[in-house]
């Protein structure tokens, strides 16, 4: 037998190369993405044709900001744990500087607003005029309701004991 392998380090020297290797797949960040979706969606679904981009910028995720190649991988990347996960992401309200006021003590606490996100459409879709939908949702309390109205919530009354 050998000798284990060892993982192999940087050396002291290449923190140029770290530095390369740790920004090479960055992406835009939440608030970015946020402010994409309410402004340009449009514009981005429908981009110019660019040789330099893959899929000449034709496929664009607008939620994962992500050039794919051809529809199908489009299609195929809408139905990862990946873009479902930047949905769900993409459903708080993204943090702003007016929150972070509020938190250093100069306003109330908000609680941040959850909304609802769907996938967005196919370029035949927005050609016919559908858009990106970002609403909030409603949000409904079960302290409201009564027992009449919500039979979930209805408590028994126990049978009183009889004397003898």
Not at 27 to 41: A, E, K
Not at 53 to 58: I, L, T, V
Not at 130 to 154: F, L
């Amino acid at each position: 037998m050998g000798m284990v392998t060892k993982r192999k380090k940087m050396h002291y020297g290449d923190t140029h190369l770290q530095r390369r290797w740790r920004v090479r797949n960055r992406r835009r960040d939440l608030d970015q993405i946020d402010d994409d979706l309410r402004t340009r969606s449009g514009e981005l679904i429908n981009q110019n044709v660019d040789l330099e981009k893959p899929g000449f910028a034709q496929f664009y995720c607008v939620h994962c900001a992500k050039y794919f190649i051809d529809d199908t991988a489009m299609q195929g990347h809408f139905r990862t744990k990946v873009h479902k996960r930047r949905l769900k992401a993409l459903e708080i309200e993204p943090y702003s500087i007016e929150e972070s006021e509020r938190a250093a003590g100069r306003g109330s606490f908000q609680k941040a607003k959850k909304r609802g996100i769907e996938t967005q459409p196919t370029k035949e879709e927005v050609i016919a005029g559908k858009r990106i939908k970002v609403e909030e949702k409603v949000k409904t309390t079960d302290t409201d309701s009564t027992p009449a109205t919500n039979p979930a919530r209805a408590t028994r009354s126990r049978p009183q004991k009889m004397e003898t």
